[in-house]
């Protein structure tokens, strides 16, 4: 298998100051979801503007505005529950030049040296 991951930190391709992952997570305690405190991550990788086949893998592609695709070595999540491997959490929200963006779709292409998440900008048009 072809390792990517040093093109996908790559000075020439990365975003040089990286982007910010917030990670939520927590626990069903007696029917109420009680949030473990928020965990600040700066991850390297490099950031696109979704395209046309990325559209396709969110079911609300055609009403999306503002999705962007994050790349980097270090995984990042959607909302998941406890038997999956990742800790019970909600999706990750990253933030990259003053937008926050929910992470609503991650490729795992941890095989290859990377993951691929698609992030849907929460504010704004």
Not at 58 to 73: A, H
Not at 94 to 107: D, P, T
Request: charged content about 20%; aromatic content about 12%; overall charge positive.
């Amino acid at each position: 298998m072809i390792n990517i991951s040093r093109v996908v930190t790559s000075r020439n391709f990365a975003q040089p100051k990286g982007f910010t992952v917030y990670r939520t997570a927590g626990n069903w305690v007696r029917g109420r979801w009680l949030v473990d405190p928020e965990i600040i991550l700066k991850l390297q990788g490099t950031i696109t503007v979704a395209n046309n086949n990325d559209l396709e893998q969110v079911p609300e592609g055609d009403r999306v505005t503002g999705l962007m695709c994050f790349y980097s070595p270090q995984p990042m999540y959607i909302t998941r529950n406890n038997e999956e491997l990742s800790a019970t959490g909600i999706s990750d929200e990253i933030v990259w030049k003053g937008h926050r963006y929910r992470i609503v779709s991650v490729a795992p292409w941890q095989d290859f040296g990377y993951y691929k998440a698609l992030g849907v900008r929460m504010a704004g048009d």
